[in-house]
Nanobody
Framework: QVQLVESGGGLVQPGESLKLSCAAS????????MGWYRQAPGRQRELVAT???????NYADSVKSRFTISRDNAKNTMFLQMNSLKPEDTAVYYC?????????WGKGTLVTVSS
């Protein structure tokens, strides 16, 4: 069993930055593929970025060159550095951990980008 807790969300103005964290409890964090997803009001949850156990990284086209995903296996933590934020980045951001049939979600952290 893995528990995921997101933090770092908040209200920022367009063009500003935020760094999200996802702290994982449980064992063998380093084996899990990790990801960030987001869900805006009235929209489906969508992929933001993923990082595998082998550090292979994938980004949604909408966040490429602005967001950076990373992980620290020693601290059981994943990060999402978000730069040049836009109003359309406003959403609840969720952390995901996946290992085969094992799939876990955090409860999310709200990011609001507004002037």
């Amino acid at each position: 069993q893995v528990q995921l807790v997101e933090s770092g969300g908040g209200l920022v103005q367009p063009g500003e930055s935020l760094k999200l964290s996802c702290a994982a409890s449980g064992s063998r964090f380093e084996l899990y593929a990790m990801g960030w997803y987001r869900q805006a009001p009235g929209r489906q949850r969508e992929l933001v970025a993923t990082i595998t156990s082998g550090y292979r990284i994938n980004y949604a086209d909408s966040v490429k060159s602005r967001f950076t995903i990373s992980r620290d296996n020693a601290k059981n933590t994943m990060f999402l550095q978000m730069n040049s934020l836009k109003p359309e980045d406003t959403a609840v951001y969720y952390c995901n951990a996946n290992l085969g049939i094992k799939n876990y979600w955090g409860k999310g952290t709200l990011v609001t980008v507004s002037s």
